[in-house]
């Protein structure tokens, strides 16, 4: 069975920053292209970033281009996001998500954790 | 970017009912649509891809269609579960949107 449980969020003060992870169990991690999703309160959800199953390609939203930087560790099957910068924004429920077959959709989600960025 | 229009915002149905929810996409994107089912406080679950693929598990009351920039999700026939709010995804150039959602309401 697919589990993705997503760590590290919390409340962070505007320009701050805040590292989010995600334990990936269940599949062959390294065989995956891996992505995080957000979605601000009572909105849609928005596509913020993914990474290659090796990790050697990564693609982000223009809106956290420069701010954010994903990364995992295969060894590990964790997924990880560094924020920056962080802005009001931002605040959002973080999900990790699973890349299907194509890499057209998503199909495996974690519960998500919640950033919140506010003075 | 490709941006993705859902109509109705809100569908009030009852049970039984066949529920339509169309999605425009604002420029071609072959078939590389995906249809997701969110209920409160949980995650998006994947129900359609590819247009029209109906993912394992999923029941067979829900189908996809359409292709180019038009596409639709029909549930056959409302069951309780269904309740829940429905978005449409597109993925081009490795830039994936979503759209804005669908509530499905009790009538």
């Known amino acids: 069975e697919v589990q993705l449980l997503e760590s590290g969020g919390g409340l962070v003060q505007p320009g701050g920053s805040l590292r989010l992870s995600c334990a990936a169990s269940g599949f062959t991690f390294s065989s995956f292209d891996m992505s995080w999703v957000r979605q601000a309160p009572g909105k849609g959800p928005e596509w913020v970033s993914l990474i290659s199953g090796s990790g050697g390609s990564t693609y982000y939203a223009d809106s956290v281009k420069g701010r954010f930087t994903i990364s995992r560790d295969n060894s590990k099957n964790t997924l990880h996001l560094q924020m920056n910068s962080l802005r009001a924004e931002d605040t959002a429920v973080y999900y990790c998500a699973k890349v299907g077959d194509t890499i057209t959709y998503f199909d495996y989600w974690g519960q998500g954790t919640l950033v919140t960025v506010s003075s | 970017d490709i941006q993705m229009t859902q109509s109705p915002s809100t569908l009030s149905a009852s049970v039984g009912d066949r529920v339509i929810i169309t999605c425009r996409a604002s420029q071609s994107i072959s078939s590389w649509l995906a249809w997701y089912q969110q209920k409160p406080g949980k995650a998006p679950k994947l129900l359609i891809y590819?247009?029209?693929s109906l993912e394992s598990g999923v029941p067979s009351r829900f189908s996809g269609s359409g292709s180019g920039t038009e596409f639709t999700l029909t549930i056959s026939s409302l069951q309780p579960d269904d309740f829940a709010t429905y978005y449409c995804q597109q993925y081009n150039s490795y830039s994936w949107t979503f759209g804005q959602g669908t509530k499905v309401e009790i009538k």
């Open positions: 590819k247009a029209s």
